[in-house]
């Protein structure tokens, strides 16, 4: 099987992951789509393949080597975003673009004028999305380029390497994509997750981060009695937003700059939830940052009577970067993998995280590799099948120098 009709394949499936669920996975659809990678593991040769009841699954591509070789691991997530639907994707393929506008459905437009990224691969094959839901890239095309990494390493027995593991979860996207990966059972002494952008990209910084939920209580009154009884939790809820600076939001800042996220509220006269991220690549700022949300929550009880608000706040995951410091090698195989492959490393600092930063404070080194998708989470989302068939041969290459590691 190709790599493009293995990733639609992929995108046939509704994955979507839901962050106010408390199950594990957080949608029962996403087991439907662990259950067929799982068989297509078995399909493809792989040994040791296996799926607890949370919808982990793990595999091994055993060694052809009689050396004494690291067992290393590729990781991607099969979930898709909250943010976009994932349900009846269309993926098509657009042949040799041109550079000009792409028609996704009538009257919705993917323009180079909007999405400069597109002009990156003109003559190359895209696939798109028909303009009403996500395409899924991220982080199907991870996957595929895993699956298609270790078809051709099981072809092509002349091509050296130990035993390597593959591991797909779900529920990335909410940020609980490694809670319960069995770092002990993987086995490995690093790994990568393929769950990058663009050509080229590897990246092991990421933001600190945490999850914020701001609760308002208000009074309900019926309006035409509700002089000095009535308090508008909707007017509170605008009112903290306010509080919180404009200039540190993620459509204001870049590169190292964190950020206040409010991701949604829900609201009434009674009641408001403010849900919000908050996200910096500095520790101590990440920390000042919580201590300022919760200023802030001090400052509406002061103005408005204690009760009035208050906030949960919760970490999600760390900068891996203090992790993977003392294991550069773990990324100078990466670079010249990608030297090796035609590819010009960008070296990047992560504007979000991956499972990988998690699992790399569990004890597994774990820094990101590009897959391909650009335009995440959104009907405009786009892939190059140049670019997957390059991730899949960086993946070959890493698995071809991990041989030669202790020589």
């Not at 691969?121 to 839901?133: N, W």
């Not at 403010?274 to 690549?281: A, E, N, P, V």
């Amino acid at each position: 099987m190709e790599i493009t009709e293995r990733f639609i394949n992929y995108t046939k499936f509704d994955t979507q992951s839901d962050e106010e669920s408390q199950s594990v996975p957080s949608t029962p659809k996403q087991l439907v789509f662990a259950e067929y990678l799982k068989q297509e593991l078995i399909k493809e040769g792989l040994e040791d393949v296996e799926m607890d009841e949370k919808g982990y699954i793990y595999a091994t591509l055993k060694a052809n080597s009689k050396k004494d070789i690291p067992t290393i691991g590729f990781i991607s997530h099969y979930d898709t975003s909250p943010d976009c639907s994932g349900a009846g994707i269309k993926a098509r393929i657009v042949k040799g673009y041109d550079g000009k506008d792409i028609e996704l459905s009538p009257g919705i437009i993917s323009s180079p004028k909007k999405f400069p990224e597109l002009l990156d691969h003109v003559g190359e094959d895209l696939i798109v999305t028909d303009g009403h839901t996500l395409l899924g890239a991220d982080d199907k095309a991870g996957i595929a380029e895993i699956m298609q990494a270790m078809c051709f390493l099981r072809d092509h027995p002349e091509i050296e390497h130990g035993d390597i593991r593959v591991g797909f979860n779900p529920d990335e996207e909410i940020g609980k994509g490694a809670h319960h990966f069995d770092v002990e059972k993987f086995g490995c002494q690093w790994a990568y997750t393929i769950d990058g952008g663009d050509l080229g990209e590897l990246e092991f910084e990421n933001f600190n981060a945490a999850s914020a939920k701001v609760h308002l209580k208000g009074v309900s009154v019926h309006p035409g009695y509700a002089k000095g009884k009535m308090v508008n939790a909707s007017l509170l809820a605008a009112e903290f937003i306010a509080l919180l600076p404009a200039d540190q939001r993620p459509e204001t800042t870049e590169g190292y700059e964190g950020f206040y996220h409010l991701i949604g509220i829900k609201s009434s006269t009674e009641g408001a939830t403010l849900s919000y991220i908050i996200r910096d690549h500095d520790r101590e700022k990440f920390e000042d940052r919580k201590v300022f949300v919760k200023k802030c929550v001090a400052v509406m009880n002061e103005r408005h009577g204690e009760g009035t608000c208050e906030a949960e706040i919760s970490d999600q995951y760390y900068n891996m970067k203090e992790k993977i410091d003392p294991n550069m090698h773990v990324i100078d195989l990466v670079l010249k993998a990608m030297h090796d492959a035609g590819v010009p490393a960008r070296v990047k600092p992560i504007r979000g995280g991956t499972d990988g930063a998690q699992l790399s404070f569990k004890g597994l080194p774990c820094p990101n590799i590009f897959a391909g998708g650009v335009n995440f989470h959104g009907p405009y989302e786009f892939i190059s099948v140049q670019v997957m068939e390059k991730a899949m041969q960086v993946i070959v290459n890493i698995c071809q120098l991990t041989a030669a590691y202790n020589d």
